[in-house]
């Protein structure tokens, strides 16, 4: 008991994690076409693309996600059930209430790492004086 609500909260920063990776495109997108400048922060801009460079190395590298695999440590202590799948199965069967095979997760983690590489061409970070300018933005 006394482990299953640190396990739940490893939930909550994944999916707090995934937010950021999905949420943060279509901020970016939609930013984008309405010309907001806060989406040109490179300070958000750069965290964005890691936070997706970090899930495509570990497909890569063949590495279960540590997140993941600290839940699942927890949740075994906590003397929960432990099915051994990553968070992203769970999450997408929750979802779609059905199984995704592992090529079309992987394959998706490729795709927003792709998009979100290419808004650095669309629509790219400023460099200079982002703090001047996010300020700037936020008074009007």
Not at 73 to 89: E, K, N
Not at 92 to 101: E, N, R, W
Request: with cysteine.
């Amino acid at each position: 008991m006394l482990y299953a609500l640190p396990a739940d909260l490893i939930v909550a920063i994944h999916i707090a994690y995934v937010v950021y990776v999905v949420g943060g495109l279509v901020a970016i997108l939609i930013g984008a076409l309405r010309g907001r400048k806060w989406i040109r922060n490179p300070w958000f801009r750069v965290t964005h693309l890691l936070a997706i460079l970090i899930v495509v190395m570990e497909i890569f590298l063949k590495l279960n996600c540590p997140l993941t695999t600290w839940e699942n440590q927890v949740r075994a202590s906590a003397q929960q059930p432990v099915d051994g799948r990553a968070f992203m199965d769970r999450l997408l069967t929750f979802i779609l209430i059905g199984a995704a095979p592992r090529w079309v997760i992987n394959g998706a983690y490729f795709v927003f790492a792709v998009a979100i590489a290419a808004t650095f061409f669309w629509a790219p970070p400023s460099w200079k004086r982002a703090g001047k300018e996010l300020a700037a933005d936020e008074r009007g």
